[in-house]
Every structure is written in C-alpha cells, then in structure tokens.
C-alpha cells in the first residue's frame, strides 16, 4: 500500500465551482500534510501545511485533515481558470526519516 | 532571483552516456532534497542532505546514481550509464531545518528534464 494515495483525476469543473480535491494516507501516525500545486512544466509550489488533524484556511483555500479515517481535504472556493494545474498531497517528516512522500497528484481544470 | 536553481534545465542524452544535474538551493537553507518524477506521478524521494551529510538514500537511488553536496551548498546528481527507463524530471529542492520541526515548507526548483533515447 502506498502512503499517500490520491485520485489522478482530470477533474473539470466550471469556473467559480467549489473543487474539493482528496487524499489517503496509510500510517495513522504521520503528523504532518501539505498540499503543493504544479503547473505544466514547472516545479510544484506549497500551498499549505497543516499539523494533526482540524481545518485551516488561507484565502479561497481551506485544508482538511480528518485522522480517524486517514483522509486529507483540500477545497478550493470560487476556483479560477488559473486554479488549473497538478494539486499534489505530501506527508512530512516523522519519525521513520526526514523525507516527503508525495501522492500521484489529481490535474485539474476549470473552465472559464 | 534567490529561489531554488537548477542547471541543465533540460537535457538529452544517448542510452550509456553519464549526466550531470546541478541544484544551487535558497542560501540559508541547509536541507537540500534530490525527487524524480515521471508522467502522471508525483515526485519521488531520491536523497537527502543535511549540510554536506547525505542522511537518506532512497532504494530508487541505484549505484549508477550518486550525489554530493561538498561545501554544503550546491549539490549535483550525477547518473552513469543511463538507460531509457531514467527519463525524467530531476526536481531539487530546499528547506531550513528549524530547531522544532521541519514545518513542510519545501522550495522546488524548476526541475531538470532528461530524456535519454
């Protein structure tokens, strides 16, 4: 089983739409997730962090982590045709190393 | 600019010939990271550096493979003999070691595309 598993998508959804972009995780003792976002051809950017389990909230985006069920969120409100790109899932460093897993990333566009 | 650079940005090479990526992390950094992503997948862990100490290696990391970080700063991923299958792109990337815990904030470079034919 992978650590992090996310659904690859295409997703589309119109311009304005509230995206909700979804992801898994394998060790109910991993702590710490982000979200990173990729545009075409270029390297992936830190949206947002977040520690243990609750929400947090940063402009049009809000993360979500629900560590019952191992289940990482991340919604997108008002989503612009700029929105569109690779949104990829990480966990961080625990205590097992100090490197990031990162999921297979869900591509999504919105459409103006 | 004082983001994460990478040289080259692309490069092509013949199936057996040895290349050479190089990463010059954000300065005040002392964690630098090596990931390699293909289509379609995320990017995935090859090594670590703490300073000049290379801490982890992932089992991706083959012997064809070896980096080095000598002054603790730049770093280069040097793979010998390629073949078809290490077509990628080579993403470098940086972050500061803070005293409680690395708090997941990971600056990636451009990323260095190889396509080896």
């Known amino acids: 089983q992978k650590e992090v598993e996310q659904d690859p998508g295409p997703l589309s959804v119109p311009e304005g739409a509230i995206v909700s972009l979804n992801c898994t995780y394998s060790n109910s003792a991993f702590q710490y997730f982000m979200w990173y976002r990729q545009y075409s051809r270029k390297g992936p950017e830190l949206l947002m962090y977040?520690?243990?389990?609750g929400n947090k909230e940063d402009g049009r985006f809000t993360a979500q982590v629900d560590k019952s069920s191992k289940y990482i969120s991340l919604f997108i409100r008002d989503s612009q045709p700029s929105d569109s790109a690779t949104y990829l899932c990480a966990r961080g460093p625990d205590n097992y190393g100090q490197n990031f897993v990162f999921g297979p990333g869900t591509r999504l566009s919105v459409l103006p | 600019d004082t983001g994460v650079s990478q040289d080259p940005r692309h490069k092509i090479t013949k199936r057996g010939q040895n290349v050479t990526f190089r990463c010059d992390p954000i300065s005040e950094h002392n964690r630098l990271y090596w990931y390699r992503q293909t289509l379609g997948q995320g990017p995935e862990f090859l090594t670590y550096?703490?300073?000049?100490?290379?801490?982890?290696k992932s089992r991706l990391l083959s012997d064809r493979f070896s980096a080095e970080r000598p002054k603790g700063s730049f770093s280069t991923l040097e793979i010998q003999r390629t073949e078809q299958g290490d077509s990628a792109m080579y993403l470098c990337?940086?972050?500061?070691?803070?005293?409680?815990?690395?708090?997941?904030?990971?600056?990636f470079g451009e990323g260095s595309r190889l396509t080896v034919l």
């Open positions: 977040t520690y243990s389990s």
């Open positions: 550096f703490q300073n000049e100490a290379q801490l982890e």
């Open positions: 990337a940086s972050s500061s070691q803070s005293w409680l815990v690395n708090t997941g904030e990971l600056f």
